[in-house]
């Protein structure tokens, strides 16, 4: 799955981006003090977990690492997670239990699927690493061989011819 790198983003962008995190986080939940009981406690479940999510996706953003874009999936699905329950907590007795029961496996089947990603992409890049030292030791295997073949020509030959022959072959060969 290659894609192409983003474009690198300066400690200033980095930085004002953070703040902008921070000052949409701190609107929203100011929003949420109009409201009361449980209605506020979805609308801070909803802030907090849009600023958890938007501050990993920034750091995946500013530093490209498989780790960093599994956090960013795994911070959606604990947010997600976290509103769901919020919301489950409006119902009672067994529907309340099954809603919880529903909103924990949604919140499992996004992690695993997180997991999977990072473990796909981890071996994607370990088989890229094989194939790169797989055709790195092909190319030495034939320089190898190469240089056999023009080692064996100078030795036909004598004196200087032989010495700046060899010397030649060398160089061409990277075996000095």
Same mark, same amino acid.
Request: aromatic letters at 4%.
């Given at each position: !799955?290659? +894609?192409?790198?983003?474009?690198?983003? @300066?400690? /200033?962008?980095?930085?004002? =981006?953070?703040?902008?995190?921070? %000052?949409?986080?701190?609107? *929203?939940?100011? &929003?949420?003090? &109009?409201? @009361?009981?449980?209605?506020?406690?979805?609308?801070?479940?909803?802030?907090?977990?849009?600023?958890?999510?938007?501050?990993?996706?920034? /750091?995946?953003?500013?530093?490209?690492?498989?780790?960093?874009?599994?956090?960013?999936?795994? =911070?959606?699905? /604990?947010?997600?997670?976290? %509103?769901?329950?919020?919301?489950?907590?409006?119902?009672?007795?067994?529907?309340?239990?099954?809603? !919880?029961?529903? *909103?924990? *496996?949604?919140?499992?089947? =996004?992690?695993?699927?997180?997991?999977?990603?990072?473990? +796909?992409? @981890?071996?994607? +890049? +370990?088989?890229? #690493?094989? @194939?790169?030292?797989?055709?790195?030791?092909?190319?030495?295997? #034939?320089?190898?061989?190469?240089?056999?073949?023009?080692?064996?020509?100078?030795?036909?030959?004598?004196?200087?011819?032989?010495?700046?022959?060899? &010397?030649?072959?060398?160089?061409?060969?990277?075996?000095?």
């Amino acid at each position: !799955m290659a +894609t192409a790198a983003p474009a690198a983003m @300066s400690k /200033e962008e980095h930085k004002a =981006a953070k703040d902008r995190i921070e %000052v949409d986080y701190k609107a *929203a939940k100011a &929003s949420c003090d &109009s409201l @009361s009981g449980n209605a506020k406690d979805i609308c801070v479940a909803e802030a907090k977990g849009k600023e958890k999510v938007a501050k990993a996706e920034l /750091e995946a953003a500013y530093k490209p690492t498989e780790k960093n874009r599994y956090d960013a999936r795994v =911070a959606k699905a /604990e947010a997600d997670y976290a %509103v769901a329950k919020e919301k489950c907590d409006d119902r009672a007795g067994d529907d309340k239990k099954i809603c !919880m029961k529903e *909103a924990k *496996a949604v919140e499992t089947r =996004a992690k695993a699927d997180a997991k999977a990603n990072k473990k +796909t992409a @981890s071996a994607e +890049t +370990t088989a890229a #690493k094989k @194939s790169y030292d797989a055709q790195r030791d092909a190319a030495e295997d #034939k320089r190898d061989a190469d240089y056999a073949v023009a080692k064996a020509k100078c030795d036909t030959l004598a004196g200087d011819a032989k010495d700046r022959c060899i &010397s030649d072959a060398k160089a061409r060969y990277g075996k000095q």
